[in-house]
């Protein structure tokens, strides 16, 4: 059903001659870490060095790949994102990819022809962002473009205490962020055993489920957590600590909440759900204080519009605090009802 995130997010800015080499190992590692296939393993790492060299050689602005496992699903994802003018030849470009000649050069080529799932989406001298995921062959629901997640350790940490994670049954999907105390090992130790727990009893009712990561966590430093279970008319939503969850409709920010305070471990007030109506078209999202909260202030039409794993691309880098650990989740609500 859904997977433990072993392995933060890895970030491979396009600022030094050593991106492409290092995109190209980091694909290959990740690639091999969700068990793909060697043949995917190998395509994986031709579109991640190229659309390094590309940012490198179009990006005006602090472009990098994000390399990671899947949110959901067996697979792999390479990101790409950029917050100048960069790529404007793709403006030309329908929203899923170019219908002309390799616009962006061979990396967008290459990743259209042996990805399971491409999305492109820009706009001149704002953002170009592309998701390109690998899945195992045969795979139901290879890729899923209603579900993104990113966690990125502390710079210069290898360690993130910061995870998420998201379980489908039932016409319901329940995800989770943590932000274990602090950084590096003893919070990502923190936060893996939030994950776990989570995966073990993620259907049951979120007062409950909150109260047993409550006492799988009373032997680590503890964290902060927040529980989000979307029905394609609602939202019930749990948390405690320093978790933001937004409900993101076209028109802007429906719906914004925060964690009640206290500690998962330590001291939580009596857990309690909240239930929030949501319109059609609803995108939410969950984040770690380590996203700079003002990105929800006033965002713009094109951020509203894109699809989860480009819009957890576009808030990590654009809204990352690179001091701490941060986690940024965005997640679809079923369409119709069970």
Avoid at 61 to 90: F, H, K, N, V
Wanted: aromatic share 2%.
């Amino acid at each position: 059903m859904t997977q433990p995130l072993t392995s933060p997010t890895t970030l491979v800015p396009s600022d030094h001659y050593r991106a492409v080499q290092l995109a190209a190992a980091t694909a290959r590692a990740h690639a091999l870490q969700a068990g793909l296939p060697s043949s995917v393993v190998d395509q994986a790492a031709a579109p991640a060095s190229e659309l390094a060299g590309n940012l490198a050689q179009h990006a005006k602005d602090d472009g990098a790949l994000y390399i990671q496992r899947l949110p959901t699903g067996s697979g792999m994802e390479i990101l790409a994102a950029d917050r100048g003018p960069g790529t404007a030849p793709l403006q030309r470009c329908p929203a899923d990819g170019p219908t002309t000649p390799d616009p962006l050069g061979a990396g967008l080529g290459t990743a259209r022809g042996i990805a399971a799932e491409l999305m492109v989406r820009t706009q001149a001298h704002v953002a170009t962002l592309i998701c390109a995921r690998f899945a195992l062959p045969r795979q139901p629901r290879p890729a899923g473009r209603d579900a993104g997640l990113i966690c990125l350790p502390t710079d210069g940490e290898t360690s993130c205490g910061d995870a998420g994670a998201i379980a489908e049954d039932h016409r319901m999907r329940t995800s989770i962020v943590i932000d274990g105390l602090g950084h590096g090992p003893l919070g990502a130790e923190a936060a893996q055993a939030a994950l776990h727990a989570f995966h073990r009893q993620a259907n049951r009712p979120l007062p409950h489920l909150l109260q047993a990561l409550h006492q799988e966590l009373r032997h680590t430093r503890g964290a902060a957590v927040a529980l989000l279970r979307l029905h394609h008319d609602h939202a019930d939503y749990c948390s405690v600590g320093n978790i933001r969850a937004l409900a993101l409709s076209p028109r802007g920010v429906d719906h914004q909440l925060t964690g009640r305070p206290g500690i998962v471990s330590w001291k939580i007030p009596t857990p309690r759900a909240h239930r929030i109506p949501l319109s059609p078209n609803t995108t939410a999202v969950l984040h770690s204080d380590g996203i700079d909260r003002r990105w929800s202030h006033a965002p713009s039409r094109f951020m509203l519009h894109l699809p989860p794993p480009l819009l957890a691309a576009a808030i990590a880098h654009g809204h990352r605090r690179s001091h701490d650990d941060a986690a940024v989740l965005a997640l679809k609500a079923y369409q119709e009802a069970p």
